[in-house]
Protein backbone atom coordinates (compact mmCIF):
# COMPACT_ATOMS: atom_id res chain seq x y z
CA UNK A 1 0.00 0.00 0.00
CA UNK A 2 1.31 2.96 -1.01
CA UNK A 3 1.48 5.65 1.73
CA UNK A 4 -0.99 8.46 -0.55
CA UNK A 5 -1.70 11.55 1.59
CA UNK A 6 -5.03 12.03 1.42
CA UNK A 7 -5.35 15.79 2.29
CA UNK A 8 -7.24 18.29 -0.11
CA UNK A 9 -6.59 17.87 -3.42
CA UNK A 10 -5.14 21.48 -4.59
CA UNK A 11 -7.56 23.42 -6.90
CA UNK A 12 -7.48 24.40 -10.49
CA UNK A 13 -7.92 27.59 -11.83
CA UNK A 14 -11.37 27.80 -13.35
CA UNK A 15 -10.44 28.67 -17.25
CA UNK A 16 -13.46 30.49 -17.24
CA UNK A 17 -12.52 32.63 -13.94
CA UNK A 18 -11.25 36.05 -15.07
CA UNK A 19 -7.00 35.70 -15.42
CA UNK A 20 -6.39 39.23 -14.80
CA UNK A 21 -7.58 41.17 -12.10
CA UNK A 22 -7.05 45.03 -11.93
CA UNK A 23 -4.46 45.55 -8.77
CA UNK A 24 -5.21 46.99 -5.85
CA UNK A 25 -5.71 50.70 -5.62
CA UNK A 26 -5.76 51.25 -9.65
CA UNK A 27 -8.73 53.06 -10.73
CA UNK A 28 -11.54 50.86 -13.10
CA UNK A 29 -10.91 52.67 -16.28
CA UNK A 30 -14.18 51.94 -17.24
CA UNK A 31 -15.42 53.09 -13.90
CA UNK A 32 -14.63 56.64 -14.82
CA UNK A 33 -17.00 58.96 -15.60
CA UNK A 34 -18.15 58.76 -19.09
CA UNK A 35 -16.74 61.46 -21.25
CA UNK A 36 -20.03 61.74 -23.06
CA UNK A 37 -21.13 62.92 -19.64
CA UNK A 38 -19.65 65.80 -19.95
CA UNK A 39 -21.58 69.36 -20.15
CA UNK A 40 -22.47 69.39 -23.92
CA UNK A 41 -20.27 72.27 -25.75
CA UNK A 42 -23.67 72.94 -27.31
CA UNK A 43 -25.08 73.80 -24.55
CA UNK A 44 -22.91 77.09 -23.86
CA UNK A 45 -24.20 80.19 -25.54
CA UNK A 46 -25.32 80.18 -29.31
CA UNK A 47 -22.95 82.65 -30.94
CA UNK A 48 -26.14 83.33 -33.56
CA UNK A 49 -28.12 84.62 -30.22
CA UNK A 50 -25.92 87.75 -30.81
CA UNK A 51 -27.78 90.77 -32.10
CA UNK A 52 -27.88 90.24 -35.89
CA UNK A 53 -25.58 92.72 -37.11
CA UNK A 54 -27.85 93.13 -40.08
CA UNK A 55 -30.74 94.20 -38.12
CA UNK A 56 -29.33 97.53 -37.20
CA UNK A 57 -29.64 100.33 -39.56
CA UNK A 58 -26.48 100.54 -41.91
CA UNK A 59 -27.18 103.93 -42.51
CA UNK A 60 -26.68 107.61 -40.30
CA UNK A 61 -29.32 109.17 -39.75
CA UNK A 62 -30.21 112.25 -42.90
CA UNK A 63 -27.76 115.38 -41.85
CA UNK A 64 -30.38 117.44 -42.99
CA UNK A 65 -33.38 116.86 -40.38
CA UNK A 66 -37.07 115.10 -41.08
CA UNK A 67 -38.83 116.61 -44.43
CA UNK A 68 -39.63 120.18 -44.08
CA UNK A 69 -42.96 121.32 -43.72
CA UNK A 70 -45.06 123.69 -46.46
CA UNK A 71 -43.34 126.40 -45.93
CA UNK A 72 -39.77 124.61 -46.48
CA UNK A 73 -40.57 123.63 -49.92
CA UNK A 74 -39.97 125.32 -53.10
CA UNK A 75 -43.15 126.67 -54.85
CA UNK A 76 -44.57 124.29 -57.42
CA UNK A 77 -43.90 124.61 -61.14
CA UNK A 78 -47.27 124.67 -62.69
CA UNK A 79 -48.68 125.29 -66.46
CA UNK A 80 -51.57 127.78 -67.36
CA UNK A 81 -54.29 126.61 -66.75
CA UNK A 82 -53.39 126.15 -62.55
CA UNK A 83 -51.56 129.27 -62.42
CA UNK A 84 -54.92 130.75 -63.18
CA UNK A 85 -56.32 128.91 -60.83
CA UNK A 86 -53.78 129.94 -57.52
CA UNK A 87 -53.69 133.10 -58.92
CA UNK A 88 -57.90 133.42 -57.70
CA UNK A 89 -57.46 131.31 -54.88
CA UNK A 90 -54.86 133.26 -53.29
CA UNK A 91 -56.35 136.79 -54.13
CA UNK A 92 -54.58 138.90 -51.49
CA UNK A 93 -52.19 136.43 -49.74
CA UNK A 94 -49.16 138.65 -49.74
CA UNK A 95 -47.17 136.71 -47.18
CA UNK A 96 -45.50 133.23 -48.93
CA UNK A 97 -43.75 133.02 -52.36
CA UNK A 98 -44.85 132.36 -55.78
CA UNK A 99 -42.54 130.61 -58.45
CA UNK A 100 -41.80 132.32 -61.97
CA UNK A 101 -44.33 130.02 -63.72
CA UNK A 102 -47.04 131.04 -61.13
CA UNK A 103 -46.01 134.42 -62.11
CA UNK A 104 -46.14 135.06 -65.71
CA UNK A 105 -48.63 132.51 -66.50
CA UNK A 106 -50.68 135.18 -65.01
CA UNK A 107 -48.59 137.86 -66.83
CA UNK A 108 -49.79 136.30 -70.08
CA UNK A 109 -53.30 135.63 -69.06
CA UNK A 110 -53.76 138.98 -68.40
CA UNK A 111 -51.90 140.49 -71.16
CA UNK A 112 -54.26 138.51 -73.73
CA UNK A 113 -57.28 139.54 -71.77
CA UNK A 114 -56.16 143.10 -72.19
CA UNK A 115 -55.60 142.68 -76.00
CA UNK A 116 -59.23 140.85 -76.66
CA UNK A 117 -60.76 143.85 -74.51
CA UNK A 118 -58.66 146.66 -76.68
CA UNK A 119 -59.70 144.58 -80.02
CA UNK A 120 -63.64 144.50 -79.01
CA UNK A 121 -63.64 148.05 -77.51
CA UNK A 122 -61.89 149.11 -80.98
CA UNK A 123 -64.61 147.58 -83.00
CA UNK A 124 -67.17 149.00 -81.21
CA UNK A 125 -65.89 152.42 -81.09
CA UNK A 126 -65.51 152.48 -84.81
CA UNK A 127 -68.65 150.85 -85.75
CA UNK A 128 -70.32 153.49 -83.63
CA UNK A 129 -68.54 156.23 -85.04
CA UNK A 130 -68.98 154.65 -89.09
CA UNK A 131 -72.46 154.65 -87.87
CA UNK A 132 -72.59 158.53 -86.90
CA UNK A 133 -70.79 159.86 -89.95
CA UNK A 134 -73.45 157.66 -92.12
CA UNK A 135 -76.10 159.66 -90.93
CA UNK A 136 -76.47 162.23 -93.53
CA UNK A 137 -78.60 164.14 -91.08
CA UNK A 138 -76.33 164.13 -88.17
CA UNK A 139 -79.73 162.67 -85.88
CA UNK A 140 -77.63 159.79 -84.36
CA UNK A 141 -74.26 160.21 -82.68
CA UNK A 142 -71.61 157.19 -81.52
CA UNK A 143 -72.97 157.35 -77.70
CA UNK A 144 -76.72 157.22 -78.47
CA UNK A 145 -76.71 154.43 -80.99
CA UNK A 146 -76.76 150.66 -80.22
CA UNK A 147 -73.13 150.22 -81.49
CA UNK A 148 -71.96 153.64 -79.00
CA UNK A 149 -73.76 151.70 -76.09
CA UNK A 150 -71.69 148.57 -76.52
CA UNK A 151 -68.55 150.63 -76.87
CA UNK A 152 -69.24 152.22 -73.06
CA UNK A 153 -70.58 148.58 -71.68
CA UNK A 154 -67.16 147.19 -72.62
CA UNK A 155 -65.58 150.37 -71.01
CA UNK A 156 -67.27 149.49 -67.83
CA UNK A 157 -66.95 145.77 -68.25
CA UNK A 158 -63.12 146.45 -68.49
CA UNK A 159 -63.17 148.53 -65.17
CA UNK A 160 -64.32 145.68 -63.63
CA UNK A 161 -62.15 143.60 -64.57
CA UNK A 162 -59.55 146.22 -63.89
CA UNK A 163 -60.77 146.15 -59.88
CA UNK A 164 -61.00 142.42 -60.10
CA UNK A 165 -57.60 141.50 -60.51
CA UNK A 166 -55.50 144.63 -59.51
CA UNK A 167 -55.40 142.96 -55.41
CA UNK A 168 -54.44 139.28 -56.53
CA UNK A 169 -51.71 140.80 -59.02
CA UNK A 170 -50.53 143.07 -56.22
CA UNK A 171 -50.17 139.95 -54.17
CA UNK A 172 -49.02 137.95 -56.55
CA UNK A 173 -46.22 140.75 -57.75
CA UNK A 174 -45.25 140.71 -53.61
CA UNK A 175 -44.83 137.18 -53.31
CA UNK A 176 -42.45 136.60 -56.57
CA UNK A 177 -40.33 139.31 -54.80
CA UNK A 178 -40.15 137.21 -51.97
CA UNK A 179 -39.20 134.15 -54.25
CA UNK A 180 -36.48 135.92 -55.04
CA UNK A 181 -35.56 136.35 -51.36
CA UNK A 182 -36.52 140.82 -51.55
CA UNK A 183 -38.83 142.89 -49.89
CA UNK A 184 -42.18 143.01 -52.10
CA UNK A 185 -41.97 147.18 -51.26
CA UNK A 186 -39.73 146.38 -54.15
CA UNK A 187 -42.75 146.86 -56.44
CA UNK A 188 -43.07 150.63 -55.90
CA UNK A 189 -40.07 151.12 -58.08
CA UNK A 190 -42.23 150.35 -60.93
CA UNK A 191 -43.39 153.81 -60.37
CA UNK A 192 -39.60 155.34 -61.04
CA UNK A 193 -40.72 156.92 -64.94
CA UNK A 194 -38.77 154.85 -67.84
CA UNK A 195 -37.09 152.79 -65.92
CA UNK A 196 -38.89 151.53 -63.26
CA UNK A 197 -41.21 148.87 -65.40
CA UNK A 198 -37.81 147.39 -66.46
CA UNK A 199 -36.20 147.22 -63.27
CA UNK A 200 -39.49 144.95 -61.51
CA UNK A 201 -39.21 143.33 -64.64
CA UNK A 202 -35.56 141.60 -63.89
CA UNK A 203 -36.41 141.27 -60.66
CA UNK A 204 -40.01 139.19 -61.39
CA UNK A 205 -37.22 137.20 -63.62
CA UNK A 206 -34.67 136.27 -60.77
CA UNK A 207 -34.92 132.72 -60.11
CA UNK A 208 -35.75 131.19 -56.59
CA UNK A 209 -33.62 131.77 -53.36
CA UNK A 210 -33.53 128.33 -51.85
CA UNK A 211 -33.58 130.27 -48.48
CA UNK A 212 -35.83 132.33 -48.81
CA UNK A 213 -38.85 130.50 -47.31
CA UNK A 214 -36.73 131.38 -43.92
CA UNK A 215 -37.93 134.63 -43.92
CA UNK A 216 -41.19 135.32 -46.32
CA UNK A 217 -43.03 131.53 -45.30
CA UNK A 218 -44.91 133.38 -42.44
CA UNK A 219 -48.63 133.74 -41.41
CA UNK A 220 -51.01 132.74 -44.21
CA UNK A 221 -49.36 131.02 -46.33
CA UNK A 222 -50.36 130.79 -50.39
CA UNK A 223 -51.74 127.33 -51.57
CA UNK A 224 -50.59 124.82 -54.07
CA UNK A 225 -53.29 123.09 -55.56
Known amino acids: MSNQQWGPAPQNPDPYQQPYQQPQGQPDPYSQQDP??????????????????????PYP??????????????RPSVGFGQAIKLFFKNYAVFSGRAS????????????????????????AGGAATMAADSDPYGTTSGTTTGLGVGAVFIIIIGVLMYLAVIVPFLAISWRRLHDTDK??????????PWVGGIILII???????????????????????
Open 100 to 123: RSEYWWVQLFLGLVYIVWTVLFLV
Open 36 to 57: YGQQAQYGQQNPYGQPNPYGQN
Open 61 to 74: PAPYGAMPGPGGRP
Open 183 to 192: SGGFYFLSFI
Open 203 to 225: LQALPSVPQAWQRWDNGKLPVEN
